[in-house]
């Protein structure tokens, strides 16, 4: 029965959020409430282990949230993710287009979400296949699917940092970048390779009435911005945020390369997240040129809030599910019997991919594994420093497999490329599931060598 109950709880999150159509904040508060019923945790004690869980996580990650929001915001807004863009063009050049376009998505999505990462980048897309004569149906896959890996493995995305932070690793996000970083690579060729293979096709919905015609209303290309940053300082915001956490990680490790110096100490600090993206924040504000400079950054701080504000919920309703998980006897049972199936890594994976597959939010998946997985990490053998960052990592890989007709990400990409929803699972779905499976074969080979 303990098994059953744990299956029901997760058909009930599947069934609210993408048959319901519920909020996925409401349906894991719910789900944290079913579980305390289920096992039969001590009435006196239910209320308060939800709240702790719920604050807990925000309390460390929650801010990381919303200033990497803001900050993606404010690159959206001042052209700063165009400028991006066409750095990265200029650097990598014309002799592979679609990898190109692969690592284009790749870069901007780390700061801007998938979705409106690929709006951004659709006209410049468009644009790039016309001029090198490259089918735009390989294009828009291979910026889709380059959008897609940093989405789901790569903080400062909300999805991962929220994962790190229910497996442990809030204070390591830099060992948790580096790592995905390096997997991102992983799944960003798979997904060029998958592209590549629609080098020939055409988009086989160019006269639908429902495929648009333009941008959407609020959505800006190139011409309709009067300034443009420099490629430095569209970068900086990002750029030094990620290398001032990753410092603070090396600086961490158990030889000191720093030693205990003074040095060391303002590394740990400014390298803190929170203090990092406070920085990186700060230095966006560098790109917002106007005559009414305070009244821009303070609406920019208030759209971000209110952009950011689902995804604390969730993230919070997240941890609320998994501080509820952990006191019933789920973990120890589950511990023991995936134990003797060896499952390991691919646990999480199979958990994430079934979860995404099923309601369609790879927030959702993010954040649902991670509380399921956090107090079995043990049992599984990656309750190791570097074993939570790689199962940060399977999480991701399974929440990306796969994109198709309850994802929002679906509909973006096959209707701004002019697909039919058949060539958009051929293309586009294919494509993320090939994505997800290579890059957890890949992640279970470093698991093979480093643990």
Same mark, same amino acid.
């Given at each position: 029965?303990?098994?059953?109950?744990?299956?029901?709880?997760?058909? +009930?999150?599947?069934?609210?959020?993408?048959?319901?159509?519920?909020? #996925?904040?409401?349906?894991?508060?719910?789900?944290?409430f079913?579980?305390?019923?289920?096992?039969?945790? #001590?009435l006196?004690?239910?209320?308060?282990?939800?709240?702790?869980?719920?604050?807990? &996580?925000l309390?460390?990650?929650?801010?990381?949230?919303?200033?990497?929001?803001?900050?993606?915001?404010?690159?959206?807004?001042?052209g700063?993710?165009?400028?991006?863009?066409?750095?990265?063009?200029?650097?990598?050049?014309?002799?592979?287009?679609?990898l190109t376009?692969s690592?284009?998505?790749?870069?901007?999505?780390?700061?801007?979400?998938?979705?409106?990462?690929?709006?951004?980048?659709? !006209?410049?897309? *468009?644009s790039?296949? *016309?001029?090198?004569?490259?089918?735009? %149906?390989?294009?828009?896959?291979? /910026?889709?699917?380059?959008?897609?890996?940093?989405?789901?493995?790569?903080?400062?995305?909300?999805?991962?940092i929220?994962?790190?932070?229910?497996?442990g690793?809030?204070?390591?996000?830099?060992?948790?970048i580096?790592?995905?970083?390096?997997?991102?690579a992983?799944?960003?060729l798979?997904? @060029?390779? @998958?592209?590549?293979?629609?080098?020939?096709?055409?988009?086989?919905?160019?006269?639908?009435?429902?495929?648009p015609?333009?941008?959407?209303?609020?959505?800006?290309?190139?011409?309709d911005?009067?300034?443009?940053p420099?490629?430095?300082?569209?970068?900086?915001?990002?750029?030094v945020p990620?290398i /001032?956490?990753c410092?603070?990680?090396?600086?961490?490790f158990?030889?000191a390369? +720093?030693?205990? !110096?003074?040095?060391? *100490?303002i590394?740990?600090?400014?390298?803190?997240?929170?203090?990092a993206?406070?920085?990186?924040?700060f /230095?966006?504000?560098?790109?917002?040129?106007?005559?009414?400079?305070?009244? *821009?950054?303070?609406?920019?701080?208030?759209?971000?809030l209110?952009?950011?504000? #689902?995804?604390?919920?969730?993230?919070?309703?997240?941890?609320?599910?998994?501080?509820?998980?952990? %006191?019933?006897?789920?973990?120890?049972?589950?511990?023991?019997?995936? !134990?003797?199936?060896?499952l390991? &890594?691919?646990?999480?994976?199979?958990?994430?991919?079934?979860l995404?597959t099923?309601?369609?939010?790879?927030t959702?998946?993010?954040?649902?594994?991670?509380?399921?997985?956090? #107090?079995?990490?043990?049992?599984?053998?990656?309750?190791?420093?570097?074993?939570r960052?790689?199962c940060?990592?399977?999480?991701?890989?399974?929440?990306?497999t796969? !994109?198709?007709?309850?994802?929002?990400?679906?509909? &973006?990409?096959?209707?701004?490329?002019?697909?039919?929803? =058949?060539?958009?699972?051929? =293309?586009h779905s294919?494509?993320?599931?090939i994505?997800?499976?290579?890059?957890?074969?890949f992640?279970?080979?470093?698991?093979?060598?480093f643990?």
């Open positions: 029965m303990i098994v059953f109950w744990l299956v029901l709880t997760i058909l +009930f999150i599947i069934f609210a959020t993408a048959k319901l159509k519920w909020h #996925p904040f409401l349906v894991l508060i719910l789900s944290a079913l579980v305390a019923l289920f096992y039969q945790v #001590p006196n004690t239910v209320a308060k282990t939800i709240s702790d869980g719920f604050g807990g &996580i309390g460390y990650i929650g801010l990381v949230i919303v200033f990497g929001t803001i900050i993606g915001l404010i690159l959206e807004k001042t700063a993710a165009i400028v991006m863009a066409e750095s990265v063009i200029k650097v990598l050049g014309p002799r592979f287009p679609t376009m690592i284009v998505g790749a870069v901007v999505s780390i700061p801007v979400f998938c979705d409106s990462g690929y709006i951004i980048l659709n !006209s410049l897309k *468009e790039l296949a *016309e001029r090198l004569h490259v089918s735009s %149906v390989a294009m828009s896959i291979a /910026l889709a699917t380059g959008l897609y890996a940093t989405h789901t493995f790569v903080p400062p995305t909300p999805g991962p929220a994962a790190a932070g229910n497996l690793l809030e204070s390591n996000l830099g060992l948790v580096m790592v995905g970083v390096v997997v991102t992983v799944a960003v798979a997904g @060029w390779w @998958w592209s590549n293979r629609f080098l020939n096709a055409t988009p086989d919905n160019i006269n639908a009435a429902d495929a015609a333009a941008m959407p209303k609020g959505m800006k290309t190139r011409d911005y009067s300034h443009l420099s490629a430095t300082m569209a970068f900086l915001p990002i750029i990620i /001032l956490i410092l603070s990680s090396v600086t961490n158990p030889s390369p +720093f030693g205990s !110096s003074m040095v060391a *100490e590394l740990i600090f400014i390298g803190n997240p929170l203090t993206l406070l920085i990186g924040l /230095l966006s504000f560098f790109l917002i040129k106007s005559s009414q400079k305070t009244q *821009e950054i303070s609406d920019s701080i208030s759209q971000g209110v952009v950011a504000a #689902p995804i604390l919920l969730i993230t919070g309703a997240g941890g609320a599910f998994g501080a509820m998980l952990k %006191v019933t006897p789920i973990g120890d049972y589950l511990g023991s019997t995936l !134990s003797a199936l060896g390991g &890594i691919f646990m999480p994976f199979i958990v994430s991919a079934a995404k099923a309601q369609g939010s790879t959702v998946a993010l954040v649902t594994t991670s509380a399921m997985v956090a #107090p079995l990490l043990s049992q599984i053998g990656l309750d190791s420093e570097l074993g960052v790689f940060v990592m399977a999480i991701g890989a399974g929440a990306m796969i !994109s198709h007709a309850n994802d929002s990400f679906f509909w &973006i990409v096959s209707q701004f490329s002019r697909m039919s929803v =058949a060539q958009a699972y051929k =293309a294919m494509a993320t599931g994505q997800g499976v290579t890059s957890i074969v992640i279970w080979l470093l698991t093979l060598v643990i």
